[in-house]
């Protein structure tokens, strides 16, 4: 039988995307940790965050996938009443999230119940499926309350790439919304683009 960690005294989070590199809480401590029948995927249109009602960007959700495995941090919060608000403020802005909660699969035969926010498929912002490179030109272009969609993009993959953890669409989006960033300014640069 796996140890299991988390319970009333205490809250872990399930970070997978913005979360790994940007808790906005105190965190006592991390652990990198798998969650199973789920996966990351740029699926949530956003019309706050990293973009806006006229231009929306993409953010990562979790979606429901059986037999999928999705990797991430496992963060506990110094303060837990004080972050589960913070959390439920930045991560339930649009009703597009529930929040979920589950155990995650850590190291060392290491089980750890947790909090997370699961993409709602029955909402408007869920995107269903959206081809990459559909998706790398949304990101490109997008800007929210936060920032451009593509900082997101880039920070979330370097954070997980700081934990080690691999994921190909992540890094294909990158140099794709790269390519076409530079394609852009490029265009602009020799009058051949639109304004």
């Keep these: ?41 740029f699926c949530m249109w ?7 009602e006229e231009n929306p960007g993409l953010v990562l959700a979790l979606e429901p996938a059986a ?5 991430g941090l496992a963060i506990r919060a110094s303060d837990p009443a004080a972050a589960l608000e913070t959390l439920r403020e ?18 060392d035969d290491l089980a750890i119940r947790a909090t997370t926010y699961v993409i709602r498929t029955d909402h408007a912002q869920y995107t269903g499926e959206l081809p990459l490179e559909r998706q790398a030109e949304v990101i490109a272009r997008a800007i ?3 920032g451009p969609n593509h900082e997101y993009l880039t920070r979330t993959a370097a954070g997980l790439h700081d934990l080690e953890i691999g994921d190909a669409d992540l890094d294909w989006l990158v140099t794709r919304v790269q ?16 304004s």
């Excluded at 991560?91 to 597009?96: P, R």
């Design 179 to 194: 390519q076409i960033r530079e394609g852009a300014c490029a265009a602009l640069v020799d009058g051949s683009g639109e």
């Design 1 to 41: 039988m796996a140890n299991v960690i988390g319970g009333d005294d205490e809250l872990w989070i399930f970070a997978y995307g913005s979360l790994v590199w940007n808790p906005g809480i105190d965190v006592a401590e991390t652990r990198r940790a798998t969650l199973v029948d789920f996966r990351r995927r």
């Design 90 to 107: 930045r991560e339930l802005v649009s009703a597009a999230y529930v929040e979920e909660n589950v155990t995650l699969l850590g190291e």
């Design 144 to 146: 929210g309350g936060r």
């Design 67 to 71: 037999g999928a495995t999705c990797s």
């Design 46 to 52: 956003s019309i706050h965050h990293r973009g806006s």
